[in-house]
């Protein structure tokens, strides 16, 4: 009986463990090729701000942003 509660236990870790893994990689996968921002965003938020953004500061928070995917 408690060997039966443990495997019970373990296989929803496991099931868990291994759900978690797979389903970031998607995720990684999804927002590599899917990227949340582009450049036009970029500029529209700065000319929100009240910036004209030259090129290299897109290319330089372009930067930033893949840093962190």
């Keep these: 009986m408690w060997i039966d509660i ?3 236990a373990l296989g929803f870790i496991a099931g868990g463990v291994l759900g978690f893994f797979i389903s970031r990689k998607v995720m990684m996968k ?3 090729k899917n990227p949340p921002i582009n450049e036009e965003m970029i500029r529209t938020l700065m000319s929100g701000m009240g910036r004209t ?3 290299k500061q897109v290319n330089q928070m372009m930067k930033q ?5």
């Design 53 to 55: 953004p030259t090129q």
């Design 30 to 32: 999804y927002l590599k």
């Design 6 to 8: 443990l495997q019970i």
């Design 65 to 69: 942003m893949q840093k962190y995917m």
